[in-house]
């Protein structure tokens, strides 16, 4: 059975990365259940282990924590459901790169409950939407923006860290920041795309079509259900 914790108010983001951390070693010994927590936090930066010292534009802006988590830059704050997934990989069919394909998964099903197409890009971790609102790119394709982003971190191949999906944050926040090194697209979240979603909304959906990825990889057989 996996524990669905759901944090109201905003978490101090070093309190969490300590509670993260604390669960993934007690599910690693077998004295915990595997958890997935629902949080939000006050605005601030991360680092990821790739992150480059250019891709912060402005350091003065929020607090910026680095993390070992992978990926690079990237921002948290109200309004976005960050979701850390402790799960034990091991058990899961121990393919780091199918487990992140999973997440993935996890999140375009989700979306597709609104009605909202998400899609993942060769080269750009995490999940995209396209914007045939926005003018096209120089080669004529369809703009896209990103909604939501992935970064994990494994330890005796339990995960931690996990992902965030924009609800409704204040996207002038990413302003600080090249997101994820990518310069040439941007943000958006739910709200944005004209959708009237709730934090509760999106909390429901993810529990919902969790099962519909990961139930099945528990047999040791690392699967994608979409």
Not at 59 to 82: A, E, K, S
């Amino acid at each position: 059975m996996v524990e669905w914790i759901t944090t109201d108010g905003l978490t101090d983001y070093r309190t969490a990365e300590a509670w993260m951390e604390a669960r993934a070693t007690a599910i690693a010994a077998g004295e915990a259940q595997e958890c997935i927590w629902l949080v939000e936090h006050p605005p601030l930066y991360t680092a990821g282990t790739s992150a480059r010292d250019a891709d912060l534009v402005d350091p003065d802006r929020f607090p910026v924590h680095p993390t070992r988590r992978g990926g690079q830059y990237t921002y948290h704050g109200p309004g976005q459901r960050v979701v850390y997934v402790m799960l034990d990989v091991g058990a899961r069919g121990r393919d780091v790169r199918c487990f992140v394909r999973q997440l993935e998964a996890w999140v375009i099903a989700t979306l597709a409950q609104f009605n909202l197409r998400g899609e993942i890009r060769a080269g750009r971790v995490g999940v995209w939407v396209q914007r045939p609102d926005k003018p096209r790119g120089p080669d004529g394709a369809i703009g896209e923006d990103k909604i939501a982003a992935i970064g994990i971190r494994l330890r005796k191949w339990v995960s931690f860290h996990g992902i965030s999906i924009n609800v409704e944050p204040d996207l002038s926040h990413f302003s600080g920041i090249v997101p994820c090194g990518i310069t040439d697209h941007g943000v958006t979240s739910l709200v944005d795309m004209g959708l009237p979603v709730t934090m509760d909304d999106v909390d429901v959906t993810l529990r919902a079509t969790f099962d519909e990825v990961f139930g099945q990889s528990l047999s040791g057989s690392c699967k994608i259900s979409t």
